[in-house]
T-cell receptor, first 119, second 116 residues
Framework: GAVVSQHPSWVICKSGTSVKIECRSL??????MFWYRQFPKQSLMLMAT?????????EQGVEKDKFLINHASLTLSTLTVTSAHPEDSSFYIC???????????????FGDGTRLSIL | AQSVTQLDSHVSVSEGTPVLLRCNYS??????LFWYVQHPNKGLQLLLK??????LVKGINGFEAEFKKSETSFHLTKPSAHMSDAAEYFC??????????????FGQGTTLQVKP
C-alpha cells in the first residue's frame, strides 16, 4: 500500500532554533501534500497545502514566514519551523495524495507524525 | 458548507461487546466520507471509505460503516471490540469544493476505550 515516511519522529530543541521536518512518499508520486498540526486531545488542524513546484497554500491564521514549506520534488515536502518557541511545540503530521489517483474519493496517506518539543 | 460532527468525544466499551461511534455530516454535494484511526503518537490509518457505491462499507479490522443519506449519518461499528481497538477515531469528509486538491474536513474525534 501507499506509504508516507515522516522524519524525524521526535525532536527536542532550544528556543530560537529552526527545525526541519521531512515528508516523503515512498512508493507513489505526490503533487500535493498536506501539513497538519495536532494539539493534545484535539483533532487535526490543516496548516497548509504543499504543491510540487509552486508555492504552498496556507490556511487562514498560519504564518507563512514561520512555517516554511518546500515541495521541490514529487516525493518530498519539507516543513521548517523557523525560530521555534515553546508555543510551537506540537504534533505535526503530513499526508500525501497519489498523483495518479487524483479524485476526491481517494484518501490521503498519512505519515506517523513528528513530536516537536521546544524548551 | 461541509462539516462533520462526531457525537461522542469518548466511548467506553468492554472487550467483546459491540462498538458504535457516531458521525453526522453536512454537505451540499454527494460526499466522500472516511473513517481514520489514530493510535498514540502515530499518524492516521484509513479504516474505510464511502464513495457513492455501496452504502454499507466494510473496512479493516472488522469495522464497517453505513452511509444513510436520509439521516446524514456515517456511523462506525464493530461487532466485538478488541483491546487493540483502543485509539482515537476520526470521521472525515472530503471537501468537494476544493476540486482535486482533496482537502479533508475532520470531526473532533472520538476516543474509544476498551475495558478488559
Amino acid at each position: 500500500g501507499a506509504v508516507v515516511s515522516q522524519h524525524p519522529s521526535w525532536v527536542i530543541c532550544k528556543s530560537g532554533t529552526s527545525v526541519k521536518i521531512e515528508c516523503r512518499s515512498l512508493d507513489f508520486q505526490a503533487t500535493t501534500m498536506f501539513w497538519y498540526r495536532q494539539f493534545p486531545k484535539q483533532s487535526l488542524m490543516l496548516m497548509a497545502t504543499s504543491n510540487e513546484g509552486s508555492k504552498a497554500t496556507y490556511e487562514q491564521g498560519v504564518e507563512k514566514d514561520k512555517f516554511l514549506i518546500n515541495h521541490a520534488s514529487l516525493t518530498l515536502s519539507t516543513l521548517t519551523v523557523t525560530s521555534a518557541h515553546p508555543e510551537d511545540s506540537s504534533f505535526y503530521i503530513c499526508s500525501a495524495r497519489d498523483r495518479d489517483r487524483l479524485n476526491s474519493n481517494q484518501p490521503q496517506h498519512f505519515g506517523d507524525g513528528t513530536r516537536l518539543s521546544i524548551l | 458548507a461541509q462539516s462533520v460532527t462526531q457525537l461522542d468525544s469518548h466511548v467506553s466499551v468492554s472487550e467483546g461487546t459491540p462498538v458504535l461511534l457516531r458521525c453526522n455530516y453536512s454537505s451540499s454535494y454527494s460526499p466522500s466520507l472516511f473513517w481514520y484511526v489514530q493510535h498514540p503518537n502515530k499518524g492516521l490509518q484509513l479504516l474505510l471509505k464511502y464513495t457513492s457505491a455501496a452504502t454499507l462499507v466494510k473496512g479493516i479490522n472488522g469495522f464497517e460503516a453505513e452511509f444513510k443519506k436520509s439521516e446524514t449519518s456515517f456511523h462506525l461499528t464493530k461487532p466485538s471490540a478488541h483491546m487493540s481497538d483502543a485509539a482515537e477515531y476520526f470521521c472525515v469528509v472530503s471537501d468537494r469544493r476544493s476540486g482535486n486538491t482533496g482537502k479533508l474536513i475532520f470531526g473532533q474525534g472520538t476516543t474509544l476505550q476498551v475495558k478488559p
